[in-house]
Every structure is written in structure tokens, then in C-alpha cells.
């Protein structure tokens, strides 16, 4: 999408749950919509599988821009509720430059969940497609030492000696003087040490 940033886009409320039902419709009249969106981890309740899922950021409403540039309050538009107006009734509009920075935001996931953020950059560098895989890769693969955060042994250090194909981390470490090999969960049992992230994901665990 390019936005040019002398564009004005308006704040369109929709009825509940229809963000996409309007959109599609206001591009059918010949106009812009912009959905902002954030990702988040679903897990499944029975299964236990993980997936994205893709959610509006503002929910019920969307930004929409008219193909003259004049105001179009779409009254007649499935899905659309009302354009947000001041006391005077003018709408309120949103510079270029505003859009495109939250535009920006999105492709750079600033807005998702941690996990799926370290997923989804582990998928742009070519990982495993296993969401558990592209984690434990995306925050191990160059590590060679991990801290273990919670369980029996929190506080200890360990040699990340490999990655399964769960994406659990396994790792190496000295216990009354014997070698004890064990598989971590990243993110919940193990975070890498000296790497960037940790902090944020271990506030996010």
C-alpha cells in the first residue's frame, strides 16, 4: 500500500465485529481502507496447537480514504456505522504521514505479541515453520549459554548443546559432579544469556 503522505484519511466507526464487511465495501465504492492490524498466538484449547491470528488493532473502527478527496459520510455502506465527527460535525481526519507511520508499524510487528513476533522474524530468516521450532531458533540458534528460569534447577546456567524438532532447547549443565543433559521450554523454562531479548521476553513469560 503506498501512502502518500498530503493524503487525509478518515476515522470510520463500524458495527461490531464487521472492521472487514466495511472495508471491502468502501473499496468497492471506489475508495481506501486501511484495517490496522496486530498478531497474536493462538493456542487451541484441546489440541494444544499454536497458530497466528491476525486481529484489528482498534476494534471497530477502520481509516478509509475518498478517491476525489471529499468527504464521503457512507451511510448507505454495509458495515459502516458512521464516520467520527467533532461538535461541528466535521470529521476527523488523519494526516499521510500519520497513516504511513502506522502503516510502518505493522510490517515491523511492532504491535504483536512478543512470541509471535519472535516467530514471525524467525520466518523471515528462513526457520523451521513449527512455531515452537522458529522460537526456540529464533532465540537459540546463535546461543551457546542459557539460564534456566523456572523448575528444580532456576538460576543455573547451561550448555545449549541443540534444538529438537519440538523446538525444545536441550541443554548441558554439572549437577553433584555428574553431566546432566535435560530439554527446556524456551520462554518459560530457559532464556538465552547476553542476547537483546531477553528482558522483554522474560517479562512477557
Known sequence: MSIEQSDFWYIVQTNPTLEKKAATEIRRR?????????????????????SVRYQV???????????????????????????QKNASGVPYHLKGSIVASLLRAQRQMEHDAVDVRTYRQA?????????????????FGEASTGAIVSGAF?????????????????GRFELLGKTVEKLFRPLVEILPINREVVDELADAA
Not at 520466518?123 to 532465540?139: F, L
Not at 532456576?154 to 536441550?170: H, Q
Open 57 to 83: 488493532l482498534y476494534t471497530g473502527y477502520i481509516l478509509a480514504k475518498f478517491a476525489d478527496g471529499v468527504y464521503d459520510d457512507l451511510r448507505t455502506c454495509q458495515g459502516v456505522k458512521r464516520i
Open 154 to 170: 532456576i538460576g543455573r546456567d547451561v550448555e545449549v548443546i541443540g534444538i529438537t524438532d519440538a523446538g525444545l532447547v536441550k
Open 30 to 50: 471506489g475508495h481506501r481502507a486501511y484495517i490496522p492490524r496486530m498478531a497474536k498466538l493462538r493456542i487451541h484449547n484441546r489440541t494444544g496447537e499454536k
Open 123 to 139: 520466518r523471515r530468516r528462513g526457520a523451521a515453520h513449527t512455531i515452537d521450532h522458529a522460537i526456540a531458533e529464533a532465540m
